[in-house]
């Protein structure tokens, strides 16, 4: 399964971080940024399968961002990245509709099944929409 | 009643009345003075404040006059730049010119006149609506050389104020005001050169009396304007306007002197102040004679970039309007006054007549005050033979005069045996001189003195607060010192207790700061070294040094978790524990360490404590890092470790000591071993936070921790170690 992941961190060594072990790992395509800014243009652009957010980032804070995905894209699962022993912040991330967290300093093996679960996830709803679709073709 | 005696009765009371009488004249004169000064002051007062209400007139006309010469020099602006001016078509610029002429018509404007840049040509339109062009040499007036200087460009002209006749035929001051026309580049041709001026002809007499015809000052004051050449531009005697004001007075009243108004002109008014004062006129609306006058002048500026052109705005009253008010007022006064007298007197006569009639019960009276005051001496001597302070009274050797009983109970005796002791002696030596020489000070002196200082009583510790007051006699000879001594140790207690658990918190939240900043980058570097760690050869140099790398970014991770952990101590939960059953799964966990280090161990426990309400886990946390510093202070030759419990002197605690033979702890470091950070181990030793988490942890619980004896091995060769002692509340059983 390949799907499209977006990744948003105001530190760029973070992004490329987290890219290397997403290519080494994974066949997951990659898109990052390191202004939150820009997030909504590529999200109303073309379509992603998961948003990877900071939490703590100038401009827009995570939180802001999850609440903007989700009116874009609501099926769209959203993983926050979060410091050590905030874990606050977290649960306050996953009541506004975000999908799981991690934690900072990550472990490899931790990201990659976090990933993978938000993409099988998605693909699941993908395809209970398109059945819903099928049984009710007037609702298009 | 004898003869004798009522001669004398009788001579007393004509001697009475004789006095009640000069007296009462006496009055009578007084007050008629002090009636007549205060009439006078109130004169002054009431002029002062009319002129200041006058002054405030002034600076109104002033500041209106102001506003409308900015209003004029805007509209001349703004037509400046109108393209109108250039047209060639007459009549655009007649309808053009016709609507400023209409704007500024309440403000005086007459007639505007464009001149063209050679000067030899002019356009006109007055406000009947008449236009013209006619031709002469305008070349070498004033107002064209000004506006040809480049320099001028967007400036304004006032000119001078020159006289004519109105239409009524009434003389008028007239100002003629210009600007500078340059043409605009859009127009085509060569953009921004000169191209002429434009003119506008203001009647400023009848500017001035828009404002100042209707100000009236009082019941007859009035305002008058000169401009700054001392020129009337407005008066309300019609045949002052265009006069000299210096001139047009004399030639009027010859006989009367106007040297007061002439100063106020010349010094004052035509250098452009503002201010108050007074004058002698020789009429007031149409009254003659010599008439006293208050005045307020204010200076008007016709530009705000041009502070030379200005005129003078006054308002002037005649003083008789003050008098007249004050006059009625101080009528009514003295009246006021004389009444006030009467009844004095007759209030005093009646007073001394019951003075005379009520001496005895007056004796009376004094029976009962005295009564009332030793009433109220018994009821001091009572508040301080109560009070909750030692009060105590001494010579300047210290020799006790008297003290409550509270106070010798503090040294667990009876008042009457303390008499005529030495306070001093009472006191460990330290203490004492300290209060020996406060002592000396308040006799010295002879003023109060306060001071805290720590004191041993017997075999206890205290803080004390002790103010010394010196008790002197009417000739200001010091009799004795009066000491009143409170006990504040408990509130020195939580002082102590309140700073260190502040300082604490700031470091703890400092530390967390710090910490979530090392954590993101600490992050990236272990991520990388993983990424890096897959791609290397099992077994090669590069493999070490990268696993190398990893452990040491681990080990900053750790410390990093740990500080984070220690900013937040988890709050305080409900529980019970028991110290000797933690002690001993503590000892269980050192046991080995123990031996190796050469350490035998003393156990002291008393049996059958009643619990804490602590947590366990924490209390073990607390134990197992006082255990290890002892372990670390006894170095490689090993000693000894005596570990006690036992209930404190309140029933209400409990105590635990760790007393080790290592190094002990240097004087200079006993106040600084609980702070964060402090560390006398080597570098990657000790982290500096263990006393201070566990300092943390027993104030939580309401308990101490303290060092209760420290004998560092520089003076104690031989005999030296620390003493480190634990007080915890105990359970309470409700």
């Given amino acids: 399964m390949r799907g499209k992941i977006l990744i948003v961190d105001d530190e760029l060594d973070i992004l ?57 894209d609501p099926d769209m699962p959203v993983i926050v990245i979060t410091a050590y022993g905030s874990s606050q912040s977290a649960e306050e991330a ?22 993978n679960r938000a993409m099988e996830w998605h693909a699941m709803k993908k395809e209970l929409a398109a059945l819903r679709a099928q049984h009710r073709p007037d609702s298009r | 009643m004898a003869l004798p005696v009522l001669h004398k009765s009788l001579r007393r009371r004509n001697l009475f009345i004789g006095v009640v009488a000069f007296l009462t004249i006496f009055l009578l004169a007084g007050v008629f003075i002090i009636g007549m000064i205060m009439s006078r002051q109130m004169k002054d007062i009431v002029s002062e404040q009319i002129n200041q209400q006058q002054l405030g007139l002034s600076r109104l006309i002033a500041a209106r006059l102001e506003d409308s010469f900015s209003l004029i020099s805007k509209e001349l602006m703004v037509i400046n730049l109108s393209p109108s001016l250039q047209e060639a078509h007459p009549s655009n610029w007649v309808k053009r010119m016709r609507i400023t002429l209409l704007n500024l018509e309440e403000y005086g404007a007459e007639e505007i006149r464009q001149i063209n ?51 009524k035929g009434h003389i008028i001051g007239r100002l ?40 009236q000052s009082g019941k007859t004051g009035y305002s008058w304007v000169i401009d700054n050449k001392g020129q009337f531009l407005f008066h309300p005697e019609k045949e002052f306007v265009g006069e000299n004001a210096f001139a047009i007075r004399e030639k009027r009243e010859p006989k009367i002197s106007f040297d007061a108004i002439n100063r106020i002109q010349k010094e004052k008014m035509l250098t452009g102040q503002e201010g108050t004062g007074l004058y002698y006129s020789g009429w007031h609306r149409g009254i003659k004679g010599n008439i006293k006058k208050l005045i307020a002048y204010s200076p008007a500026f016709l530009s705000r970039k041009d502070p030379v052109k200005f005129w003078s ?16 007022l101080y009528l009514r006064q003295i009246y006021f006054l004389l009444i006030m007298v009467i009844a004095l007197i007759s209030g005093g006569m009646g007073l001394i007549l019951s003075e005379l009639r009520y001496g005895k019960s007056m004796q009376q009276e004094v029976q009962r005050a005295v009564a009332d005051l030793k009433e109220s001496e018994e009821r001091n001597k009572y508040l301080i033979e109560s009070a909750e302070d030692i009060i105590v009274t001494l010579n300047e050797e210290g020799k006790i005069y008297s003290i409550n009983p509270y106070g010798a109970a503090q040294f667990n005796t009876i008042s009457a045996k303390l008499i005529g002791r030495n306070w001093l002696d009472l006191f460990d030596p330290d203490s004492a001189s300290l209060q020996r020489s406060l002592l000396k000070r308040v006799f010295v002196t002879k003023k109060s003195k306060s001071l805290e200082y720590q004191a041993v009583i017997g075999d206890k510790e205290y803080w004390l607060h002790a103010n010394f007051k010196p008790l002197l006699d009417a000739k200001e000879n010091i009799l004795s010192v009066l000491g009143i001594i409170r006990n504040i140790t408990e509130s020195k207690l939580v002082e102590h207790q309140l700073a260190n658990t502040e300082k604490l918190a700031s470091l703890g939240s400092l530390a967390a700061g710090v910490a979530h900043e090392i954590n993101n980058p600490l992050g990236i570097i272990l991520g990388f070294t993983d990424l890096l760690l897959e791609k290397t050869k099992p077994g090669s140099p590069e493999m070490t040094m990268l696993q190398t790398m990893e452990r040491q970014g681990l080990q900053c991770k750790k410390i990093v978790e740990n500080l984070l952990s220690f900013a937040r101590i988890p709050e305080k939960s409900v529980e019970f524990s028991r110290v000797n059953d933690d002690l001993e799964k503590v000892l269980a966990v050192v046991q080995n360490t123990l031996l190796m280090r050469k350490i035998t161990l003393e156990k002291r426990l008393q049996s059958d404590l009643p619990e804490v309400r ?11 890092n006082i255990i290890n510093n002892a372990i670390d202070a006894m170095g490689k030759g090993g000693g000894e470790l005596t570990i006690t419990t036992q209930m404190a002197k309140e029933p209400s605690h409990l105590e635990i000591f760790f007393q080790d033979t ?38 939580k619980f309401g308990g101490m921790i303290s060092v209760a004896e420290s004998k560092p091995f520089q003076k104690f060769p031989g005999n030296s170690g620390t003493t480190f002692k634990i007080t915890l509340p105990v359970r309470q059983e409700n």
């Fill in chain 2, 614 to 624: 602590a947590d366990s886990r924490q209390l073990q946390q607390v134990f197992l």
């Fill in chain 2, 117 to 167: 840049a050679r000067g030899d040509e002019v356009r006109m339109l007055n406000k009947a609506g008449t236009a013209s062009v006619s031709r002469g040499r305008f070349g070498e007036d004033g107002y064209f050389i000004w506006a040809k200087d480049p320099s001028n460009k967007g400036k304004i002209y006032f000119g001078d104020i020159l006289n004519g006749l109105d239409e």
């Fill in chain 1, 16 to 72: 490329e971080l987290l890219e290397m072990i997403i290519a080494e790992r994974t066949s997951h395509q990659v898109v990052t940024t390191n202004n939150p800014l820009e997030v909504p243009p590529l999200l109303k652009h073309d379509p992603f399968d998961l948003l990877i957010t900071d939490l703590r980032m100038p401009g827009l804070s995570g939180m802001d961002l999850i609440r903007e995905a989700k009116t874009i």
């Fill in chain 2, 313 to 328: 705005v006054a308002v002037a009253a005649p003083t008789s309007e003050v008098e007249g008010v004050i006059h009625s």
């Fill in chain 2, 662 to 699: 290592g190094d002990g702890i240097q004087e200079e470091y006993l106040g600084k071993i609980f702070d964060p950070f402090f560390t006398t181990k080597g570098v990657g030793k000790g982290t500096g936070l263990g006393l201070s988490v566990s300092y943390a942890i027993i104030t």
């Fill in chain 1, 94 to 115: 996953i009541a506004e509709g975000a999908y799981d967290y991690i934690t900072k300093p990550f472990r490899k093996d931790q990201i990659i099944i976090t990933i």
């Fill in chain 2, 176 to 215: 003629y005001l210009a600007i500078p026309h340059y043409r605009t580049p859009s127009e085509g041709g060569n953009g921004g050169e000169f191209s002429g001026v434009l003119l506008l002809v203001v009647n400023v007499t009848r500017l001035v009396e828009k404002f100042t015809a209707n100000v």
